[in-house]
Protein backbone atom coordinates (compact mmCIF):
# COMPACT_ATOMS: atom_id res chain seq x y z
CA UNK A 1 0.00 0.00 0.00
CA UNK A 2 1.32 3.40 -1.14
CA UNK A 3 1.75 6.09 1.94
CA UNK A 4 0.72 9.50 2.01
CA UNK A 5 2.51 11.48 -1.13
CA UNK A 6 3.43 14.66 -1.15
CA UNK A 7 4.48 16.88 -4.43
CA UNK A 8 6.81 18.89 -4.84
CA UNK A 9 9.61 17.64 -2.29
CA UNK A 10 11.39 21.33 -2.71
CA UNK A 11 9.96 24.48 -4.03
CA UNK A 12 11.33 27.89 -4.00
CA UNK A 13 9.21 31.01 -4.29
CA UNK A 14 10.11 34.78 -4.35
CA UNK A 15 8.38 37.03 -1.88
CA UNK A 16 4.82 38.17 -2.73
CA UNK A 17 3.87 34.73 -5.13
CA UNK A 18 1.22 32.31 -3.88
CA UNK A 19 2.46 28.48 -3.96
CA UNK A 20 0.11 25.38 -4.53
CA UNK A 21 1.08 22.23 -2.39
CA UNK A 22 -0.71 18.83 -3.27
CA UNK A 23 -0.92 15.62 -1.37
CA UNK A 24 -2.32 12.02 -1.41
CA UNK A 25 -3.42 10.63 1.30
CA UNK A 26 -3.07 6.46 1.50
CA UNK A 27 -5.82 4.65 -0.16
CA UNK A 28 -9.01 4.79 1.93
CA UNK A 29 -7.89 7.33 3.97
CA UNK A 30 -10.85 10.16 4.18
CA UNK A 31 -9.27 12.39 6.62
CA UNK A 32 -6.27 14.71 5.69
CA UNK A 33 -4.65 17.43 8.25
CA UNK A 34 -1.22 19.54 6.97
CA UNK A 35 0.88 21.00 9.71
CA UNK A 36 3.74 23.80 9.56
CA UNK A 37 7.19 22.79 11.17
CA UNK A 38 9.43 25.58 10.87
CA UNK A 39 12.92 25.34 13.32
CA UNK A 40 12.19 25.43 17.22
CA UNK A 41 8.62 25.45 16.83
CA UNK A 42 7.60 22.08 16.26
CA UNK A 43 4.35 21.13 14.46
CA UNK A 44 1.53 23.89 14.00
CA UNK A 45 -1.57 22.63 13.32
CA UNK A 46 -2.65 24.37 9.52
CA UNK A 47 -6.07 22.34 8.89
CA UNK A 48 -7.66 19.40 8.93
CA UNK A 49 -10.25 17.95 5.74
CA UNK A 50 -12.55 15.44 6.09
CA UNK A 51 -15.17 14.71 2.66
CA UNK A 52 -14.32 17.35 0.96
CA UNK A 53 -15.32 19.46 4.54
CA UNK A 54 -13.32 21.85 6.58
CA UNK A 55 -13.61 20.29 10.50
CA UNK A 56 -10.53 22.26 11.78
CA UNK A 57 -8.63 25.78 11.22
CA UNK A 58 -5.40 26.52 13.14
CA UNK A 59 -4.20 29.66 14.05
CA UNK A 60 -2.77 30.44 10.67
CA UNK A 61 -3.79 34.00 8.37
CA UNK A 62 -6.36 33.94 5.67
CA UNK A 63 -3.43 33.50 3.43
CA UNK A 64 -3.02 29.82 3.92
CA UNK A 65 -6.01 28.08 2.74
CA UNK A 66 -6.83 24.13 1.86
CA UNK A 67 -9.47 22.00 -0.24
CA UNK A 68 -10.14 18.56 -0.02
CA UNK A 69 -11.16 16.43 -3.46
CA UNK A 70 -13.86 13.96 -4.10
CA UNK A 71 -11.07 11.33 -3.82
CA UNK A 72 -9.46 12.83 -0.73
CA UNK A 73 -6.06 13.95 -2.51
CA UNK A 74 -5.81 17.46 -0.77
CA UNK A 75 -4.22 20.88 -1.72
CA UNK A 76 -3.06 23.64 0.35
CA UNK A 77 -2.47 27.50 -0.78
CA UNK A 78 -0.66 30.01 0.27
CA UNK A 79 -0.79 33.32 -1.47
CA UNK A 80 1.45 36.61 -1.11
CA UNK A 81 4.24 34.49 0.25
CA UNK A 82 6.79 35.77 3.34
CA UNK A 83 9.96 35.52 4.36
CA UNK A 84 8.02 33.74 7.48
CA UNK A 85 6.57 31.16 5.54
CA UNK A 86 10.14 29.11 4.71
CA UNK A 87 9.21 25.74 6.37
CA UNK A 88 8.64 22.27 5.99
CA UNK A 89 4.86 21.67 5.33
CA UNK A 90 3.78 18.19 5.95
CA UNK A 91 0.43 16.27 4.94
CA UNK A 92 -0.73 13.52 6.93
CA UNK A 93 -4.21 11.09 6.55
CA UNK A 94 -5.82 9.09 8.52
CA UNK A 95 -8.30 5.95 7.73
CA UNK A 96 -11.85 7.00 10.02
CA UNK A 97 -11.52 10.25 10.82
CA UNK A 98 -13.28 9.89 13.96
CA UNK A 99 -9.96 10.14 16.11
CA UNK A 100 -7.98 8.10 18.00
CA UNK A 101 -5.95 6.85 15.62
CA UNK A 102 -2.38 7.51 14.25
CA UNK A 103 -2.02 9.85 11.74
CA UNK A 104 0.42 8.94 8.93
CA UNK A 105 2.44 11.30 7.43
CA UNK A 106 3.79 12.22 3.96
CA UNK A 107 7.77 13.04 3.21
CA UNK A 108 6.42 16.93 3.68
CA UNK A 109 7.42 19.90 0.84
CA UNK A 110 10.27 22.15 1.99
CA UNK A 111 9.05 25.67 0.75
CA UNK A 112 11.84 28.42 0.78
CA UNK A 113 11.07 31.77 -0.27
CA UNK A 114 13.57 34.52 -0.82
CA UNK B 1 0.19 28.97 24.62
CA UNK B 2 1.62 25.63 23.96
CA UNK B 3 -0.98 22.91 25.19
CA UNK B 4 2.07 20.12 24.57
CA UNK B 5 5.45 20.68 26.41
CA UNK B 6 8.43 18.84 25.75
CA UNK B 7 10.78 21.26 27.95
CA UNK B 8 13.95 18.64 27.34
CA UNK B 9 15.20 20.07 23.97
CA UNK B 10 18.22 17.17 23.88
CA UNK B 11 18.83 14.12 25.85
CA UNK B 12 22.39 11.85 25.14
CA UNK B 13 21.88 8.55 26.09
CA UNK B 14 24.57 5.88 25.97
CA UNK B 15 23.76 2.74 23.40
CA UNK B 16 21.97 0.18 25.84
CA UNK B 17 20.86 2.14 28.62
CA UNK B 18 17.40 3.39 28.79
CA UNK B 19 16.11 6.79 27.30
CA UNK B 20 13.19 8.29 28.99
CA UNK B 21 12.13 11.31 26.98
CA UNK B 22 8.94 13.55 28.89
CA UNK B 23 5.82 15.77 28.14
CA UNK B 24 3.31 17.78 29.84
CA UNK B 25 0.16 18.67 28.91
CA UNK B 26 -2.78 21.25 29.84
CA UNK B 27 -5.95 20.67 28.44
CA UNK B 28 -7.85 18.31 30.50
CA UNK B 29 -9.85 17.55 27.19
CA UNK B 30 -6.78 15.49 25.23
CA UNK B 31 -7.54 11.68 25.19
CA UNK B 32 -5.01 10.38 23.05
CA UNK B 33 -1.75 10.92 22.97
CA UNK B 34 1.16 9.59 20.29
CA UNK B 35 4.86 9.88 20.27
CA UNK B 36 6.18 10.11 16.48
CA UNK B 37 10.08 9.56 15.64
CA UNK B 38 11.55 12.08 13.10
CA UNK B 39 14.60 12.82 10.91
CA UNK B 40 15.77 15.75 8.89
CA UNK B 41 13.75 16.38 6.11
CA UNK B 42 11.53 13.68 6.66
CA UNK B 43 7.91 13.21 7.86
CA UNK B 44 7.26 11.97 10.99
CA UNK B 45 6.88 8.50 11.72
CA UNK B 46 4.46 6.86 14.32
CA UNK B 47 5.82 5.13 17.66
CA UNK B 48 3.71 4.25 19.93
CA UNK B 49 0.01 5.61 20.96
CA UNK B 50 -2.00 5.41 24.53
CA UNK B 51 -5.44 6.19 25.11
CA UNK B 52 -6.22 7.85 28.08
CA UNK B 53 -8.26 5.02 29.52
CA UNK B 54 -4.96 3.45 30.45
CA UNK B 55 -1.51 4.18 32.05
CA UNK B 56 0.51 2.14 30.15
CA UNK B 57 1.39 1.08 26.53
CA UNK B 58 4.04 -1.12 25.45
CA UNK B 59 5.70 -2.21 22.22
CA UNK B 60 8.90 -4.11 21.73
CA UNK B 61 11.40 -1.64 23.65
CA UNK B 62 9.25 1.54 23.70
CA UNK B 63 7.03 1.80 26.29
CA UNK B 64 4.63 4.72 26.89
CA UNK B 65 3.69 5.51 30.20
CA UNK B 66 0.31 8.30 30.88
CA UNK B 67 -0.55 9.86 34.54
CA UNK B 68 -3.53 11.70 34.05
CA UNK B 69 -3.50 13.41 37.23
CA UNK B 70 -0.11 14.96 36.17
CA UNK B 71 -1.16 15.49 32.46
CA UNK B 72 1.88 13.78 31.80
CA UNK B 73 3.69 11.73 29.96
CA UNK B 74 6.64 9.66 28.95
CA UNK B 75 8.45 7.41 26.33
CA UNK B 76 10.90 5.14 27.64
CA UNK B 77 13.36 2.89 25.25
CA UNK B 78 14.63 0.18 26.41
CA UNK B 79 18.14 -0.45 25.80
CA UNK B 80 18.68 2.36 23.27
CA UNK B 81 20.40 1.97 19.58
CA UNK B 82 22.15 3.98 17.63
CA UNK B 83 19.63 4.03 15.11
CA UNK B 84 17.59 5.36 17.54
CA UNK B 85 18.93 8.70 17.51
CA UNK B 86 16.76 11.33 16.04
CA UNK B 87 14.33 13.83 17.14
CA UNK B 88 10.83 12.99 19.40
CA UNK B 89 7.53 14.89 18.84
CA UNK B 90 4.62 14.24 21.64
CA UNK B 91 1.26 14.66 20.31
CA UNK B 92 -2.22 14.23 22.05
CA UNK B 93 -5.86 14.88 20.62
CA UNK B 94 -8.80 15.63 21.58
CA UNK B 95 -10.82 13.64 19.44
CA UNK B 96 -14.38 13.93 19.27
CA UNK B 97 -14.38 13.49 15.50
CA UNK B 98 -11.08 14.95 14.82
CA UNK B 99 -7.82 13.83 13.71
CA UNK B 100 -6.63 17.46 14.96
CA UNK B 101 -2.85 16.61 16.65
CA UNK B 102 -1.39 18.99 18.66
CA UNK B 103 2.70 18.65 18.98
CA UNK B 104 5.11 19.45 21.24
CA UNK B 105 8.53 21.34 20.41
CA UNK B 106 10.41 18.04 20.46
CA UNK B 107 13.67 16.29 22.08
CA UNK B 108 16.43 15.70 19.77
CA UNK B 109 17.89 11.95 21.27
CA UNK B 110 21.21 11.26 20.33
CA UNK B 111 22.70 7.62 21.61
CA UNK B 112 26.16 7.15 21.45
CA UNK B 113 28.07 3.88 21.51
Known amino acids: KAGVTQTPRYLIKTRGQQVTLSCSPI?????VSWYQQTPGQGLQFLFE???????NKGNFPGRFSGRQFSNSRSEMNVSTLELGDSALYLC?????????????FGQGTRLTVV | DQQVKQNSPSLSVQEGRISILNCDYT??????FLWYKKYPAEGPTFLIS?????DKNEDGRFTVFLNKSAKHLSLHIVPSQPGDSAVYFC????????????FGTGTRLQVFP
Open chain 2, 91 to 102: AASATSNTDKLI
Open chain 1, 27 to 31: SGHRS
Open chain 2, 50 to 54: ISSIK
Open chain 2, 27 to 32: NSMFDY
Open chain 1, 92 to 104: ASSPLGTGGTEAF
Open chain 1, 49 to 55: YFSETQR
